[in-house]
């Protein structure tokens, strides 16, 4: 049996429906209501540890979500929680999603994914990390009053949908020689000036005036540090990861 931990959000519904056509699944979700249809639920809240033991009883296998919180110290918290819960509960092995340097980068966006990695290593439970890029779901390029523009400076992203990343999980929750490995998922490359060369469109690089979080990020792709390209991705889900222009284009009329 496949445990999905908070199961009602967006790559956990993606993960639950890859899964369900090739395991037993249980959806463990905060609130029953949202759970995803036609599989079992089970009530898990990351802030109620008992709830976690007894969503988790009886897993051979975990996906552990990383919690929703952007908090450093709440997330650390949930995911102490669901750890200590996996190790109760006797769950055969954890999968975790993480985050693209959480492996060695402890401050930041990945400090609470690099506590965790360390916390899972120190549990002693078998486990697979997913250290995932950020989701190209956020970043779709929009083209407005017939161009489209940008605050990314040109340089690369390298986003992976939800899709994807749920997809590659399922493999590795179903597969063979996972245990003990950290996988560095990243999807192709790709900048908003060439989108915008492929579709026909002109390009536009305008200031960064977009609110906290995404200005953030747009910072973060100026300064190169979504550039990183690993084979991993590719490699679990036995074929290439959608890109940028693929899924634009799916989505042309």
């Known amino acids: 049996m496949i445990v999905v931990s908070a199961a009602s959000g967006a790559l956990g519904r993606l993960a639950v429906a890859a899964l369900s056509d090739r395991a037993e699944v249980v959806a463990a979700v905060r609130d029953p209501a949202r759970a995803p249809d036609g599989v079992p639920v089970r009530r898990g809240d990351y802030d109620d540890p008992a709830s976690l033991r007894e969503a988790f009883a009886g897993a051979d296998r975990l996906l552990l979500i990383s919690s929703p ?5 709440v997330r650390i918290r949930h995911h102490q929680n669901a750890i200590t819960a996996a190790e109760q509960a006797g769950a055969g092995a954890v999968v975790y999603t993480s985050l693209l340097g959480a492996g ?4 930041g966006a990945t400090e609470a994914h690099h506590v965790t990695e360390k916390a899972l290593a120190a549990s002693g439970l078998p486990h697979t990390i997913l250290r995932h890029s950020y989701y190209g779901d956020a970043f779709v390029p929009q083209v407005t009053d017939g161009e489209l523009t940008s605050s990314t400076g040109g340089r690369g992203l390298n986003t992976a949908f939800r899709s994807d990343l749920a997809q590659a999980a399922a493999n590795v929750l179903t597969g063979e020689g996972h245990i003990g490995r950290a996988y560095d998922f990243t999807g192709p490359l790709w900048t908003y000036p ?6 026909g469109v002109p390009y536009r690089e305008v200031p960064d005036a977009g609110p906290g979080a995404m200005a953030w990020l747009n910072a973060q792709v100026r300064a190169g540090s979504m550039e990183y390209q690993s084979p991993d991705l590719e ?16 989505r042309l009329p």
């Open 69 to 73: 919180e952007l908090d450093p110290a």
């Open 104 to 107: 060695t980068q402890a401050a």
């Open 194 to 199: 060439a989108v915008a060369e492929a579709l």
């Open 235 to 250: 490699k679990v889900l036995g074929r290439p990861a959608v890109s940028m222009l693929e899924h634009l284009r799916g």
